[in-house]
């Protein structure tokens, strides 16, 4: 599921969500990661596009699950950033400053992760480079991006395709 949500976060940036469905898929992969701040967001941007109506069928089970859910705060992410030891516990809280747009701070944890070992190198690269491009570091994200192999590598193409037109 992780990968969908990689890819839903570059049609998001591309402006490429376009139905309710596209918002609905968006949300529940990013819940399903316990991103509950970045599936929130999701929904009100989708509500703020006219394209989600949270009391519709397809939404009333997303918007409820997520009230009841603990979402973190800046604070929280500070204090998870001190104690994450390993490389994945950074790309993990990455990615939770990912979803509620600080990318500078993302790139940060990215770039420890990869320094440090341990994780998965692809997945902290990719993750790296979306950041990166989301801040419109276009050369930093380049590189990130083109050092991204096996099964993520297709994705990092359509990522460097957005860096290219977009970023």
Known sequence: MEGTLDLLRLLQSAGALTTANDYSLFATAAADQQNFVEAQSVIDAGV????????????????????AKQKLTAADLVDAEKAAQTASQMVRVGDRYFGMGQYDKASGLYRKAVTKGGADAN???????????????????????????????????????????HA
């Open 48 to 67: 703020a596009a006219q394209k989600v109506n949270p009391d519709s069928p397809l939404f009333r089970d997303i918007v409820v699950g997520l009230k």
């Open 123 to 165: 997945i902290a690269n990719l993750h790296l480079g979306m950041a990166l491009a989301r801040s419109g570091d276009k050369a930093g994200a380049k590189a990130a991006l083109e050092s991204v192999t096996g099964p993520r590598a297709e994705l990092a193409k359509y990522w460097l395709l957005y860096v290219q037109t």
